[in-house]
């Protein structure tokens, strides 16, 4: 039993698998099953289409999603934040920043699966297409803000790792170049296209 404890109070073995879990219940839940869901350049009869058909499948996914979120994310961000305490310089400023960055990517993450989730409990009955597409574009819009939090992390866990090599230090070129990505990639609403090239970032 104590080796159990033992291996559990280890935040870097901890975080490595939580992180390993919660990427493949988001490939699972996000891809698998969800798979090309609507996004805000699709005419309406193509989101009534999608939930008709696809709203169950979509809602287990979500399902998975949460799990990954709440049982294996959290706890990923927890355990690195404890990793990346050990090498900060900062007083625990830059291991805070991280933490808050994910909660922020979280809740939006949150809100814009909302909307979604909508739709898919009704399967759109009852509803007429502008409001079909708002509620898409609402969607869309909350989720686009994932980027800002998850920027936030990776700027935070990669000023830690490039002043104090807690982590390999190409970890930090690799986060703060995702960080840029993030940020950019939220430029999709400027030019209102989820298929053009600030979404592909």
């Known amino acids: 039993m104590q080796a159990v404890w033992d291996f559990l109070n280890n935040p870097r073995r901890t975080g490595g698998i939580c992180g390993v879990i919660f990427t493949i219940l988001f490939i699972i839940g996000g891809p698998v099953l969800q798979g090309d869901y609507p996004i805000v350049n699709d005419n309406a009869q193509d989101v009534r289409s999608y939930w008709i058909d696809h ?3 979509y809602l287990v ?4 999603f949460g799990i990954a979120v709440v049982l294996f994310f959290v706890p ?6 404890s990793v990346l305490s050990t090498g900060d310089r900062s007083g625990g400023m830059w291991p805070r920043t991280f933490v808050l960055g994910a909660i922020v990517a979280v809740i ?6 909302a909307p979604s989730a909508g739709l898919a409990i009704s399967g759109a009955r009852g509803l007429d297409d502008s409001t079909l597409l ?3 574009r609402a969607g869309a819009y909350s989720s686009a803000g994932l980027g800002l939090g998850f ?8 000023v830690v790792i490039a002043q104090s090599g807690v982590l390999w230090r190409w970890l930090a070129l690799l986060a703060a170049a995702a960080a840029v990505a993030d ?3 939220g430029l999709w609403v400027q030019d209102g296209s989820q298929r053009g090239l600030w979404a592909g970032i």
Not at 108 to 113: E, I, P, R, S
């Open 183 to 185: 940020v950019f990639g």
């Open 76 to 81: 990923f961000v927890a355990a690195l934040r």
């Open 61 to 64: 996914g979500d399902f998975l």
């Open 151 to 158: 920027a936030l992390m990776l700027i935070a866990a990669a």
């Open 55 to 57: 709203g169950h499948q």
């Open 108 to 113: 939006l993450g949150g809100a814009g699966a």
């Open 134 to 136: 708002f509620a898409t």
